[in-house]
């Protein structure tokens, strides 16, 4: 069996989803207001064990996943289109694939606005001045607005690793161990 399988399919079937919202959302002139959901649903997902607990547990039936997601759309106060397709997926048991749903909309959205989105993974957070000079020096690499989605990750030990695109620059300490590590074993 292919170990990619489930997560190509899943990310398949996020992206329809994906495809789905944002044509509606551009139809509706609306792109703002699906870019507010995008970054609450992704806030509510790294807040809340339960939420993730909720739209990935097999426990829950599809009408208790349905009311639940109705009730938290509510209070966060979502779009109409965005609480409707959640519905949608709470009743066709496909609430695992938000995460993978709420990644194509921020593409779909940073495309629209003429941005790129690179993945910075650094050892510490990095300053606001950091993080606005890394932008400036990816725009000038990449002809576009670049976006920094930043996850922090200690055992890089120091540097950062980039992802823009299919383009990775990994300045890590980690990986020059690790470089290091693999000359020594061909000499020794």
């Known amino acids: 069996m292919d170990v990619s399988e489930p997560a ?6 996020a992206q329809r989803y994906a495809t789905a919202v944002f044509d509606l959302a551009r139809e509706g002139d609306d792109l703002a ?14 807040e809340s064990a339960e939420f993730r607990d909720l739209i990935s ?14 009730a938290i759309a509510g209070k966060m106060g ?3 289109t965005m609480t409707n397709v959640l519905g949608l997926m709470a009743s066709k048991r ?13 593409e779909k959205l940073a ?27 990816l ?24 992802k823009l695109g299919s383009k990775m620059i990994d300045t890590s300490i980690r990986s020059k161990l690790q470089a290091l590590q693999n000359t020594m074993k061909e000499v020794g």
Do not use: C, W
């Not at 097999?58 to 009311?67: A, F, L, T």
């Not at 496909?94 to 921020?106: E, G, S, V």
């Open 8 to 13: 190509s399919i899943s990310t398949g079937i």
């Open 33 to 46: 207001a699906l870019t507010s959901d995008v970054e609450a649903l992704r806030a509510a997902l790294a």
């Open 57 to 70: 547990s097999p426990v829950y039936s599809r009408d208790d996943q349905g009311r639940a997601i109705s």
């Open 78 to 80: 979502l779009t109409q």
């Open 94 to 106: 496909r609430l695992f694939a938000l995460p993978q749903m709420l990644r194509a909309l921020d």
């Open 111 to 137: 495309e629209a606005r003429g941005e790129v989105t690179a993945d910075v993974t650094t050892a510490k957070p990095l300053s606001d001045k950091q993080k606005s000079a890394l932008a400036a020096a």
């Open 139 to 162: 725009k000038e690499s990449a002809g576009r607005e670049v976006k920094i989605n930043q996850t922090v990750d200690e055992s890089l030990i120091g540097g950062l690793v980039v």
